[in-house]
């Protein structure tokens, strides 16, 4: 049976991968900054690539139509979303997509998993570049293999999670990061419980500074892990003792130990209990860890094997008992001829007094024993017996092993290290260098060791310094720049720390100083001048408002800090004027808690969306779709919100909405007005037949008279629903539009109040429809008497009626009914009712035209709806234009009908 992986084992794999994935970007990159052997790696390399643009796959290589079951045709042109998990699709088509659009900030580098045509779930890693295919916007994409890696690390949690022995995570600090079920078990707490408390918590006080020191020297580089044995505190508040292993685990932005912990509480009592009484040596002897056994001589038979037998070799004391040479049956092949020996000697009398060798356990495990004898002989000094103590020292050769790992990952950190470091003794003089210093200077190790630093150094005046700061009078370098001349005679610039080295005394022994290379950030920082004026420039000129808000000390927004052109077009302020606003003076109807739930997203997520409603500076609400970016600016916390004006998308919105709501009244009206219909015709043909049979004159008779009056306007009523649903009867005949205004009006006029003057305007002829008159007539009627209407609280009021050919082109209204409608090819005529009335708000406006509706009171009537479906019927619209105080205008928008009065043809309808 092959061994488990410890969970040293697994975290090496899966920092060997890391260090595979390392090098596969490294090569990525080289791959990018050469175009020769494009090609071939493209075709060959053990790596998905292709090009992505506007969310599909293009141009794959073999590889990846191997990793995903596809052929490259099937491949070509297909959607990314074919091939990623659903889990991670709306990720990477957004990251895509805002690539695309130039966003910055996105990670270059990112793991998801894919299916493949047969449905496996593969984990990969993208890496992607934006570039130009084809005159357009794309990215190139490499995708790695990393489901082994993601294993690996599946089964390092695991590892730990399950492990027997206790294991915890701890901030340098004392909190616990994380802590497995054993180590829980120990302490009688519970996960949740530990992971609020400190190590400091359920430490015992006497020795809690010899951890506490020990832990500065893992941080400071003295030691790299320490075993030792301590006291706890149990849940329960009894006292537990435990053997712990820490080691301290650096990663790129962190560290933190690891600390592996074995109850010995029972062990210790036992320890406690044999000093205090040699009678109870065989309770002791026998809950003892540790194998104690007593051989006699020359006979070579146990007389006593201790109970810890069964834990260190699997077999438990009467089998020694049955078998004195198990111990030869259990021994490591490597040791086979040693023990022999040894055996031979110790029948004799003659043996070390302590040894060790490997073991292979029942089990079928290796473990390491140390053996100790004593010699127990007679007054002649002849040998009697042999009394004996194994104890299994797995963990401490597995510690040794992995010390001897530690030193030498800390040899090749040193030498192989990022940044440059040489050390240099009293006389400056170079005693120690990393490969890294050797490769930045073009010098060999050989040839700089014992040369004086500062013949490295192009500044003159550094022997001088160096000279001071070995002196102590001058402190050490942190952070200082200087340039450094390498072999071929060229100059760079580096980024330089010193650090003192001491003996035991305190006194300084050399100076250890660390490098880095600046060049290139030299040149970034020339880039990012360039580079801050290119900013301001694309700053100004994007289409969404970007403004950025100061934080109070209370956390809430307060002023503008800068804004763009854009947001001085929403707001309709200038720039100047908006700094001097804040954010409550521009945003309406936001409550408190509305505000607070967006702060408190902020602080956490680091970023929220929402919609708002502000009124620019000429007093207009405005919709505004808002994404809010808590950023820091200079060592502060502003918010930067991206806005966009949405206010016509609500606006169609809700003109959607109007007309959904208006087609589903407009099917139930019409089924309810023709079953209504229908149900009056029978009731009506009844009482007409009653009213044949009853004497007239007669009280029934009246009666039957009435209810047959009431039927028959019961009947209108349905007409009219009919009518505005376009569903009516009419009678089509050529109608000349401006004779039957004119006449219609007069006769309208002759009703009309005092106080209110009417005048019209029907200069145009030949403006023809096919139409039913009456109808037409209706429609006159209806807007002539809302305007009439209208005007009844004045004192006095105007009416003008107006008829015209009109363009399409001119037929451009914010408010038209239906919502939906659209100028055709046809010839349209334009009818306007004008009144100087008190106007309506725009929510009124929307509701005008449904059945029964009054801004006085309900229940009114049809009257505008069912002029709303006469015109509907006859293919045109009605436009609203009203303000509240300023009067209201209906246009009615008809299209005229192809013949005219002497028969020639117009557009077609």
């Not at 192989?416 to 050797?438: K, Q």
């Not at 190790?445 to 550094?462: H, L, R, S, T």
């Not at 002029?867 to 009615?892: E, M, N, P, R, Y």
């Amino acid at each position: 049976m092959a061994e488990k992986p410890t969970y040293e084992e697994l975290e090496r794999r899966v920092q060997e991968m890391k260090k595979n994935e390392s090098e596969y970007k490294s090569s990525m990159e080289a791959l990018r900054n050469s175009e020769v052997p494009y090609l071939l790696l493209f075709e060959h390399a053990n790596v998905g690539i292709f090009v992505a643009q506007d969310g599909y796959l293009k141009v794959p290589n073999p590889y990846l139509s191997k990793m995903l079951g596809y052929s490259q045709a099937e491949l070509e042109e297909q959607p990314l979303k074919l091939f990623i998990h659903p889990k991670f699709q709306s990720l990477v088509t957004t990251r895509h997509q805002e690539r695309l659009s130039g966003k910055t900030g996105l990670p270059q580098t990112y793991d998801f998993r894919v299916i493949s045509k047969n449905g496996k779930s593969i984990w990969v890693q993208l890496s992607t570049v934006l570039i130009q295919f084809k005159g357009r916007p794309a990215t190139l994409n490499f995708l790695h293999d990393i489901t082994e890696r993601k294993q690996a690390e599946e089964l390092l949690r695991s590892t730990f999670d399950f492990s027997p022995i206790g294991k915890a995570l701890v901030a340098p600090e004392g909190p616990f990061l994380n802590v497995n079920a054993s180590f829980c078990r120990i302490l009688g707490y519970s996960k949740e419980e530990l992971l609020t408390k400190i190590f400091q918590d359920i430490i015992w006080p006497d020795d809690l500074e010899a951890v506490l020191a020990n832990n500065i020297q893992l941080l400071v580089g003295e030691i790299d892990t320490y075993e030792m044995e301590i006291g706890g505190f149990h849940k329960d508040e009894s006292l537990v003792w435990a053997q712990i292993n820490v080691s301290l685990v650096r990663n790129s932005d962190s560290k933190f130990f690891i600390a592996q912990i074995q109850d010995i509480t029972e062990r210790k009592r036992i320890e406690k209990a044999l000093r205090e009484s040699e009678e109870s040596y065989r309770r002791l002897a026998d809950n003892s860890p540790d194998m104690i056994y007593r051989m006699s001589l020359p006979e070579g038979r146990y007389e006593y094997v201790s109970p810890a037998s069964t834990n260190i070799f699997g077999y438990p004391p009467q089998i020694w008992y049955d078998n004195p040479l198990l111990v030869s049956e259990t021994l490591h092949p490597d040791y086979l001829s040693y023990f022999e020996k040894q055996w031979k000697n110790l029948l004799k009398g003659d043996l070390p007094a302590s040894y060790e060798y490997k073991i292979i356990h029942k089990d079928g495990s290796v473990r390491w024993v140390n053996q100790r004898n004593i010699l127990v002989t007679n007054e002649d000094n002849r040998p009697l017996a042999i009394e004996g103590l194994l104890t299994d020292i797995t963990e401490r050769k597995q510690a040794e092993e992995q010390l001897q790992k530690s030193e030498e990952r800390f040899r090749n950190l040193y030498d192989d290290a990022p940044v440059g470091y040489f050390e240099y003794d009293l006389r400056g003089n170079i005693t120690r260098v990393n490969h890294t210093h050797s490769k930045l200077l073009g010098y060999t190790a050989e040839e700089m060791i014992g040369q004086p630093c500062w013949k490295f150094i192009v500044n003159e005046v550094a022997r001088e310094q160096i000279l001071d700061k070995l002196r102590g009078a001058r402190p050490p370098a942190v952070g200082l720049e200087r340039t450094y001349r390498r072999k071929d005679g060229t100059t760079f610039s580096v980024l330089f720390q010193d650090r003192l080295l001491l003996d035991e005394e305190g006194r300084i022994t050399g100076i250890r100083t660390a490098i880095q290379d600046i060049t290139e950030r030299k040149r970034a920082e020339e880039a990012l001048k360039e580079n801050e004026q290119k900013f301001r420039t694309i700053f100004n000129s994007n289409m969404d408002s970007i403004s950025l808000v100061g934080i109070g000390p209370d956390g809430k927004p307060t002023g503008f800090i800068d804004c763009n052109n854009a947001a001085s077009d929403i707001f309709g302020y200038t720039r100047e004027e908006l700094m001097l606003k804040k954010l409550e003076d521009l945003e309406i109807q936001v409550p408190e808690s509305v505000m607070i739930q967006r702060l408190e997203a902020l602080q956490t997520k680091g970023s929220v969306d929402f919609e708002t409603v502000i009124k620019d500076k000429n007093g207009n609400d405005r919709y505004v779709e808002v994404k809010a970016v808590l950023m820091s600016l200079a060592d502060q916390l502003v918010i930067m919100n991206i806005s966009r004006d949405i206010t016509e998308r609500k606006q169609a919105e809700a003109r959607i909405l109007y007309l959904k709501k208006s087609e589903s009244l407009g099917r139930m009206a019409g089924a309810v007005a023709h079953h209504f219909n229908n149900i009056l015709m029978i009731t009506i043909g009844h009482l007409e037949l009653v009213q044949e049979d009853i004497q007239q004159g007669s009280v029934i008779a009246d009666n039957i008279k009435e209810a047959a009056l009431a039927a028959h306007r019961a009947v209108a009523l349905s007409q009219l629903m009919l009518t505005y649903l376009g569903q009516g009867v009419r009678k089509n005949e050529t109608i000349d539009l401006s004779e039957l205004c004119r006449v219609k009006m007069k006769d309208l006029s002759k009703a009309m109040p005092e106080n209110i003057s009417l005048t019209t305007q029907f200069e145009f002829t030949g403006l023809m429809l096919h139409s039913d008159r009456s109808h037409l007539e209706q429609v006159l009627k209806i807007l002539f008497e809302n305007a009439v209407e209208a005007l009844m609280e004045e004192t006095s009021g105007k009416i003008s009626v107006t008829l015209e050919p009109v363009e399409t082109s001119d037929i451009q209204y914010v408010h038209m009914f239906p919502n939906n409608w659209h100028a055709g090819p046809e010839e349209y005529a334009r009818l306007v009712f004008s009144d100087t009335g008190k106007g309506m708000a725009e929510e009124t406006i929307h509701q005008i035209f449904e059945p029964f509706y009054s801004d006085k009171f309900t229940g009114r009537g049809l009257g505008l709806a069912v002029a709303l479906g006469i015109v509907k019927a006859h293919g045109g619209c009605i436009c609203v234009q009203s303000k509240a105080g300023q009067g209201t205008d209906f246009i009615i928008i008809l299209p005229l009908s192809t013949m005219t009065e002497t028969g020639s043809t117009r557009n077609s309808s």
